[in-house]
């Protein structure tokens, strides 16, 4: 990096590196109802880019509502409402006027279990960018090496693009579901216990690709394994009973939590 004079001489540090990361998601007073159960409660988290934050917490403690309604995929199951604010880049997501087509192109979604298309594996990662209109044979092509590529999984696949993707093992898909996200191009990328029904080889090989992924996404993770959460996330929030009790970076939530409660998850006290 060049450093001008002016620069020098006030001693003023332009690197990008020391620049404050924005914050992707503001979630402000979230509350959220299944009917009359309330699920989240006063929800304030802010997730910032380029980092991975990790969601801990007991069963039915509110986890993955919270992801499934940044992109509003919560909305579909029945009677679900809501107050409080999630502003994604700085805009409503619950606003009448935001659309959340636009929201799920920005914000892909790779579910617990894999979840590939009955179709080529070809076929699974050129499906996003035809419904966005490329039809181009050499553009799909490119955007199919480039997200397998991103997933870590080209060289394991590129000479049987144009066989059922069943035919994977469940580690690959994961990877492939992961790709199939990817060929959108997305802003964020949520994870939803992603690695609880693979083996510790394809367990590994999930989470060095989400430590390589975030340099160009943010992502934020469910999962149960808090050892996982440990290792590879920049911040932890810690839910229970549908409230955050603790949201801090990840060293200091295993190190020296700030809540007795959360103390005791990680502790195996409960849970």
Known sequence: MTITIDQKMTGENTNPINKPKEIVYKTKGLNLWYGENQALKNIDLDIHENEVTAIIGPSGCGKSTYIKTLNRMVEMSPNVKTSGEIEYRGQNIFNKSYRVEELRTQVGMVFQKPNPFPKSIY??????????????????????????????????????????????????????????????????????EPTSALDPISTLKVEELVQELKKE???????????????????????????????????????????????????????
């Open 123 to 192: 076929d699974n990662i050129a499906y996003g960018p035809r419904i966005h209109g490329i039809r181009n044979k050499k553009i799909l092509d490119e955007i199919v090496e480039k997200s397998l590529r991103g997933a870590a999984i080209w060289d394991e696949v590129k000479d049987r693009l144009n066989q059922n993707a069943y035919g994977l093992s469940g580690g690959q898909q994961q990877r492939l579901c992961i790709a199939r996200c990817l060929a959108i191009e997305p802003d964020v990328i949520l994870m939803d």
């Open 217 to 271: 996404f943010s992502i934020i993770i469910v999962t149960h394994n808090m050892q996982q959460a440990a290792r590879i996330s920049d911040k932890t929030a810690f839910f229970l009973n549908g409230e955050v009790v603790e949201f801090a970076e990840t060293d200091r939530i295993f190190s020296n939590p700030s809540d007795r409660r959360t103390e005791d998850y990680i502790t195996g006290r409960f849970g």
